[in-house]
């Protein structure tokens, strides 16, 4: 008869066993921690990071595909090639955040309440912001997109030799409206 | 860890990722993105290079720089440096009420490893006047 603390004690054993197999499974090497070398995990690290960069990339062209009808086949296409380039492992800082499926949608958004023929310059915050960019010459507009349609701006115009700059935070859909008085419509319209 | 003030007169370069620096659509790097100065969440200063800690060119002394941090940490072929005065920073800096300290930190891993306290990076105005202005001059690890 086996009593009930055994019953226990068989119990926990199972347990530990089960999460020492699904944690060796994972590779996190608990079953035998001296053996993961500092190579190791610098690969696994950089195996981590290659497939979220792939998820970020994934969601950012199906984001794109869905409002395929706003953008043309070629600004779609260039975009995809701008995003495989920026979310490149081998370039990517691995404290940064890769882009995020809001901050695409956010972006997008604002491609398209501007009317945005021209295609940007892309990079990223740390945070997983898109950044976007527009310039000609001296004169710039940086949008970057963070969740739930906000937006930060910076603009800088070159007018008569004399250096303007401003920034703010609005609404993708507010965008346009602000950017107005900025005459800047001819750096995202080609 | 001992604290030396970097002369006003020397330069400082701060390790701008391919993801701040600023493309046109085809990818050509065309300049730097204000967030390249942006502090991180729980960073309490900005980490940057003494450029004249080293001698020669200034190309030579930013690759010695590039190397000397290679060591700690795996860069981007497509990264970039840019540089700034430090005295024009300082100026930039107190034209938007900042008074940075740009110190050079013994004992880091990188030894030419310097630090800008007291750095506004929640200015954006003054985050893209400085990528656009004193803290412009790119240099890309490709070319070095």
């Known amino acids: ?190 | 860890m001992k604290t030396t003030n970097i002369p006003d007169i020397d330069d400082i370069a701060r390790h701008v990722p391919w993801a701040r620096l600023e493309k046109d659509e085809d990818d050509n790097v065309i300049g730097i993105y204000p967030e390249a100065f942006r502090l991180r969440e729980g960073e309490s200063y900005l980490s940057a290079c003494w450029v004249d800690f080293y001698a020669g060119t200034k190309p030579q002394k930013i690759r010695q720089n590039y190397d000397d941090m290679s060591k700690r940490r795996s860069l981007g072929k497509k990264s970039g440096f840019a540089i700034t005065n430090v005295g024009s920073l300082k100026c930039t800096c107190e034209g938007r009420g900042a008074k940075p300290r740009v110190v050079h930190e013994t004992g880091h891993p990188t030894q030419s490893y310097v630090a800008v306290r007291k750095f506004p990076s929640d200015d954006d105005e003054l985050l893209e006047i400085l990528a656009t202005g004193c803290w412009s001059e790119l240099f890309l690890v490709k070319d070095l």
């Open chain 1, 1 to 190: 008869m086996i009593s009930d603390s055994s019953t226990e004690r068989v119990g926990q054993y199972a347990n530990d066993l089960l999460k020492a197999d699904l944690a060796f499974r994972r590779g996190e090497g608990l079953l035998f921690p001296a053996t993961r070398t500092s190579a190791q995990k610098t690969a696994r690290a950089k195996e981590d990071l290659s497939s979220q960069l792939f998820e970020s990339r994934a969601a950012g062209k199906i984001a794109t595909a869905q409002i395929a009808m706003h953008l043309d086949r070629d600004w779609r296409d260039g975009f995809f090639r701008q995003l495989d380039s920026l979310l490149d492992a081998d370039e990517w800082e691995p404290d940064d955040e890769p882009v995020t499926q809001l901050s695409y949608k956010t972006f997008l958004r604002t491609i398209v309440h501007l009317g945005a023929t021209r295609r940007p310059g892309i990079g990223a915050s740390e945070d997983g912001q898109l950044i976007a960019s527009w310039r000609n010459g001296d004169d710039r507009l940086v949008i970057i997109s963070g969740q739930n349609d906000r937006v930060r701006w910076s603009v800088r115009r070159n007018i008569d030799g004399e250096l303007e700059v401003a920034t703010g935070v609005t609404t993708a859909a507010r965008l346009p409206r602000i950017l107005e008085s900025f005459d800047c419509e001819k750096l995202y319209k080609a």
